[in-house]
């Protein structure tokens, strides 16, 4: 049973250009949601999709945008990159609520460098 | 404001001490749910243990255990006779609300870095 796959592993961007992160779910997962993590701190929500439609939002700028697919699987855009933009992106994955005794499985990231 | 705090920023031990990492976390929800990740150096953040905010019975599963009390707000953990493989960043991460929509944002601490020696 394959587990939350993400690509590219490893980037390397110029500031100003976009990326484009893919995440695909853990099998029988239908809601993914995004997290940010620099370099020394713990991961912060960027926002969760479900039913192919954004649910919830963290505190991050509107250069940050997503997509789910029919499949489950989803994609993080960033444009106008900058060197904050630099850290390891997470993407995670359930099915259900918590109370329905799931949890929540991460992948394991994409590096991105800004240059 | 910070939601969940863990003071602890590095815990270095010999192999085969126990180690206990501490978690205190903020919410005015009532049903809560609380969560540790462990974090090795290839970046996946791996599922440890989750409690809900109902259920504060304390349990060990294998080497770990946990001990939440509401009372104070506290989630620690504990890894018992560690071993070289328990070194990673292990973080305390909550999530408030129980519906599919809320489920998916953890707010996370920032995360204590074990370093086990042998």
């Known amino acids: 049973d394959a587990g939350v796959t993400q690509s590219p592993t490893h980037l390397i961007k110029t500031r100003g250009q976009q990326v484009t992160l893919r995440c695909s779910p853990k099998s029988g997962h239908d809601t993914v949601s995004w997290y940010q993590q620099a370099l020394g701190q713990g991961p912060q929500f960027i926002f969760q999709?479900?039913?192919?439609?954004?649910?919830q939002r963290g505190n991050f700028p509107d250069r940050f945008s997503g997509h789910q697919f029919p499949n489950y699987s989803s994609e993080l855009n960033v444009n106008a990159l900058l060197l904050g933009d630099s850290a390891l992106y997470l993407c995670?994955?359930?099915?259900?609520?918590?109370?329905?005794?799931?949890?929540?499985?991460f992948g394991e990231g994409s590096w991105l460098t800004v240059v | 404001a910070q939601k969940v705090t863990q003071a602890q920023t590095e815990i270095s031990v010999v192999e085969k001490e126990d180690v206990t990492l501490d978690c205190v976390y903020e919410t005015r929800d009532t049903t809560y749910y609380l969560f540790w990740y462990k974090q090795p150096p290839s970046g996946e953040l791996v599922f440890l243990i989750r409690r809900n905010s109902f259920d504060e019975q304390n349990e060990i599963s294998g080497r770990y255990s946990w001990n939440f009390q509401k009372s104070t707000s506290s989630f620690n953990f504990t890894i018992t006779a560690s071993q070289v493989v328990d070194s990673a960043v292990y973080f305390c991460a909550l999530s408030e609300g129980w519906e599919t929509d809320s489920w998916g944002k953890l707010q996370f601490g920032s995360g204590t870095q074990v370093v086990v020696t042998p």
């Open positions: 999709y479900y039913e192919e439609e954004e649910r």
């Open positions: 995670a994955s359930a099915v259900g609520g918590l109370d329905s005794g799931n949890t929540i499985y």
